[in-house]
């Protein structure tokens, strides 16, 4: 079994033009706890490969009610699911089910018609990753200087703009959730990158590629992270901007 040590950056913004930030994330128990804040986060950390560990993003939807309250009970069920959890493969899977139940509860109890969040997790279990999605908050994998897209956007097709989600949490027990899963192996140096779509509206997956080959030598996770915020800000930060990178290090 491999005992790798993961490094991991986070950062989050509220962005330019939003009155308040929608988005969440889950790094290893740390979620930002207040929704109705504000305030720029940035923080690193590590742990080891053999954990189990949990990494995820949450974009409350723009435009739908609450959408920072269903970020948030994402994130803060993903707290009480992982202290609890029992030493199995994978995960990710029923913790999703777990949230989209949550997030339904919460829409009745607020007698809203709907309440969602887009998710983008990340399990490290033993020598595999598993990895989850539903929306369009994109997973990606640096590894050999290339940074590729390993999850699966759900968007409506035939949309001259911004297209309506197809796939989130809080989809309505009817409709289903379906989200994509994948599981592969991963080497020492890979980077993996959960980020929400305030990034990658406005930064291209080049500069985004460039940006981390040209820091991951010489500045820490949170630095990349926040340095990756800040271009999303400079490109226009029409949204809430979060990014999660996790290093490999042998």
């Known amino acids: 079994m491999k005992n790798y040590t993961i490094e991991y950056g986070c950062a989050c913004t509220m962005g330019v033009v939003r009155k308040n930030n929608e988005d969440n994330f889950y790094c290893d128990g740390i979620i930002r706890l207040d929704p109705d804040s504000t305030e720029d986060v940035a923080f690193k950390g590590k742990v080891k ?12 939807m723009g435009g739908e009610a609450c959408g920072e309250i269903a970020s948030f009970i ?19 899977y029923e913790l999703s089910e ?10 009745d109890a607020r007698m809203l ?43 409506a097709s035939g949309y ?56 991951l030598d010489s500045e820490s996770l949170e630095c990349i992270a926040k340095k990756i915020i800040e271009l999303a800000k400079e490109n226009g930060g029409a949204d809430n901007a979060t990014v999660i990178l996790c290093k490999i290090v042998k």
């Open 49 to 60: 490969s053999k954990d189990n560990t949990l990494f995820a993003v949450f974009d409350g």
């Open 74 to 92: 994402a994130a803060s069920n993903c707290c009480s699911f992982c202290e609890s959890k029992e030493e199995y493969n994978e995960y990710v």
């Open 98 to 107: 777990l949230l989209n139940n949550r997030i339904l509860e919460e829409t």
């Open 113 to 155: 018609v709907l309440m969602g969040t887009t998710a983008a997790m990340i399990q490290f279990y033993k020598d595999e990753i598993y990895i989850l999605n539903a929306g369009d908050s994109p997973i990606f994998r640096l590894t050999d200087d290339k940074l590729s897209k390993i999850s699966k956007d759900h968007v």
């Open 160 to 215: 001259p703009g911004k297209a309506p989600l197809t796939k989130f949490l809080g989809t309505p027990h009817s409709g289903g959730l379906n989200p994509y899963i994948a599981r592969g192996p991963y080497k020492a140096g890979d980077v993996y990158v959960l980020c929400t779509d305030g990034v990658t509206d406005m930064i291209k997956k080049e500069t985004l590629e460039d940006t981390i080959l040209s820091m």
